[in-house]
């Protein structure tokens, strides 16, 4: 396999301002190293992360960017030290791709937390540096990728490989701190972003045992919430119901990915409750009512994915428990299209390319 010439789909700084940027391109990968492994790309998820790095949002974006971290494909190759893996084992690849491996994070399985001199690096836009420090790596809008054996994960035989790709990044994102925040059964959870990972955090919490309320500023995703599980739906902007539901929830998980006013959502929370962003990054619209926070011993906190082995075990309680992600599959010739759509919530709820459809072009 000439893996210099590698098919893409991804852009580049000289496009990024129309936006409709993404199209074919080549990429190298290298041949796996005797603790790598070469996967060959089957289904990858389309992440509002891509919508952000892509439009450089964070102002973190290395170019060229090749996006994807949801990524599903099967073992072509295994390298010489290579224990875990063999040709044609169905596989899968989440948000990082390595990290230091010697701190005090990546020794607790926290891998997304590297304390190490270059932190983890992502499975695209490397390690983040875009000053010229840093280094690029290419994600899963790709015909294959090499991944080192320690952050490659095993799908489940029970899980559609097909859907599967989401639980990578919308499933873990959502699945941590539920578990780190000890969810209990019998508990009151809300879910504020009814989209990718949000549909995701109801299925997990539910089947933890938890009651749980869908939050969301649209009336007629009230049904699709009742659909994924949810015991109840509350519509923001309706303010009486938002007030009588304050002091009700023990968790609350916000999903949205855009700046928002968060103080109407402290509001909601019990005494020592709990609201996590896995969202937003970046400033809410409106500053933290602190007086709210402090009157009722409320935490605000924040939760970045999940490490290596807590996404093996996100995908192996969803297998379990029969939980997969809600997806609309499209060709890889389609992305813009999707993007556009994303942006205006109109996928239900996680799209994934069908990269057969790149290899054939």
């Known amino acids: 396999m000439d893996l210099s010439k590698t098919k893409a789909f991804g852009t580049s700084r000289s496009l990024i301002n129309s936006f409709n940027a993404l199209s074919e391109m080549e990429i190298e990968r290298q041949a796996p190293k005797a603790d790598e492994v070469l996967i060959e790309i089957l289904y990858c998820g389309v992440c509002h992360s891509d919508l952000h790095q892509i439009k450089n949002d964070w102002g973190n974006t290395l170019w060229p960017c090749v996006p994807g971290h949801e990524i599903v494909g099967k073992v072509v190759q295994a390298g010489s030290a290579v224990t875990k893996f063999k040709e044609g084992d169905t596989v899968g690849v989440g948000c990082l791709i390595d990290s230091c491996g010697h701190c005090d994070s990546c020794h607790e399985g926290l891998e997304q937390y590297c304390e190490g001199p270059v932190s983890s690096t992502a499975t695209y836009n490397g390690y983040q540096k875009p000053d010229g420090s840093g280094y690029n790596t290419f994600g899963g809008y790709s015909t294959h990728i090499t991944v080192k054996e320690s952050f490659v994960l095993s799908i489940p035989d029970s899980l559609d490989s097909k859907r599967a790709a989401p639980i990578l990044c919308a499933g873990i994102t959502t699945y941590s701190p539920l578990r780190h925040w000890n969810v209990q059964p019998g508990q009151s959870v809300a879910v504020v972003g009814i989209g990718g990972l949000g549909h995701m955090a109801i299925k997990l919490a539910k089947a933890m045992g938890a009651t749980v309320t869908a939050i969301t500023r649209l009336e007629e995703k009230r049904a699709d919430a009742k659909a994924l ?90 297998a379990e428990h029969n939980i997969m992600p809600d997806v609309q599959m499209i060709r890889m010739q389609d992305i813009n299209d999707a993007f556009d759509k994303m942006e205006k919530e109109e996928v239900r709820f996680r799209y994934v390319i069908d990269m057969q459809s790149l290899k054939n072009n």
């Open 229 to 318: 599980g949810a015991d109840a739906v509350l519509v923001s902007a309706d303010d009486k119901a938002m007030t009588a539901a304050e002091l009700s929830f023990d968790l609350i998980l916000a999903t949205v990915p855009d700046s928002f006013d968060i103080n109407p959502y402290i509001n909601l929370l019990k005494r020592d409750g709990k609201l996590i962003i896995v969202g937003v990054i970046g400033p809410f619209k409106e500053p933290t009512n602190n007086m709210q926070v402090l009157f009722h011993r409320r935490s605000v906190a924040g939760s970045l994915i999940g490490g290596i082995k807590e996404t093996q075990e996100v995908l192996d309680f969803c």
